[in-house]
């Protein structure tokens, strides 16, 4: 059995604090979620290698990295409510829970959310709620909030998830095409304004809904 809590901490400490990000919080959030809970056990040796990793439903768990770079651009702190769309294995949800008040992360695949429901349980992870549905119509019930993230490549910024976004709120999420050029974007709330930004280059898993890209391009 690999000693997962001394790979936890190498991977926080090479991986992001070695790439720049620094702020406590993010890295305290890492520490504490064991990343092995959250892929297959035929998966658990490879749980802090720097790279995405299969899951359920044909999905992935995003690399380490690139969720803390997106929690970090997004300015996740205490005090908020946070959507994420893209639960997949509820691995980020249960990061964002440890440094935000409160976490919605919705999840299309009926299983993914289930087993990220089952393991927020068996964590005690009581402040993130996995919910089934299409994300690209965010989650009214539970809005405004102050960050939103979506874990999967968008054709454009859904309007239900603008509408969503709290007065000085931000939101972080992927576009463009299936398996093509992707970039991601970061907008802001501002008075009746949206200010957006493109960032880096990534590869994502399509985001497949009504405000997304159609079933057939998954
Ligand atoms: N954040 C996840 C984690 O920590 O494991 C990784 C998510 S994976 C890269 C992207 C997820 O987005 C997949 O599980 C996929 O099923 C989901 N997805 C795609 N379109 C969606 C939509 N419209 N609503 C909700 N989930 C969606």
């Known amino acids: 059995m690999p000693d ?4 936890r901490e190498r991977m926080v400490v090479e991986q992001i604090a070695g790439r720049g990000l620094i702020d406590a919080r993010l890295l305290d959030a890492f520490r504490e979620v064991p990343r092995e809970f959250f892929v297959a056990p035929d998966f658990a040796v490879e749980a802090y290698d720097d790279k995405p990793l299969p899951i359920e439903a044909g999905q992935t768990i995003s690399q380490p ?3 803390a770079f997106m929690i970090d651009a997004a300015r996740v702190r205490p005090g908020q409510r946070v959507l994420e769309v ?4 509820g691995y980020a949800a249960a990061l964002l829970g440890r440094i935000a008040d409160e976490v919605v992360a919705i999840e299309r695949h009926p299983e993914l959310a289930r087993l990220a429901r089952e393991r927020m349980e068996r964590l005690g992870y009581r402040n993130v709620r996995i919910v089934e549905g299409d994300g690209t119509l965010g989650f ?8 939103i993230l979506a874990a999967a490549a968008g054709r454009h910024v859904p309007e ?8 000085g709120g931000i939101l972080v999420m992927p576009l463009g095409s299936p398996g093509g050029a992707q970039r991601l974007v970061r907008v802001r709330r501002r008075g009746g304004r949206f200010e957006r930004e493109e960032m880096d280059a990534v590869r994502f898993v399509p985001l497949i809904g009504e405000q997304g890209w159609p079933e057939e391009r998954e």
Do not use: K, R, T, W
């Open 4 to 7: 997962f809590a001394a790979l």
């Open 65 to 67: 990295y690139i969720v």
């Open 86 to 89: 893209g639960a997949g294995s």
């Open 140 to 147: 009214a019930e539970a809005a405004p909030y102050g960050a």
């Open 160 to 167: 239900a998830l603008l509408d969503q976004l709290a007065e």
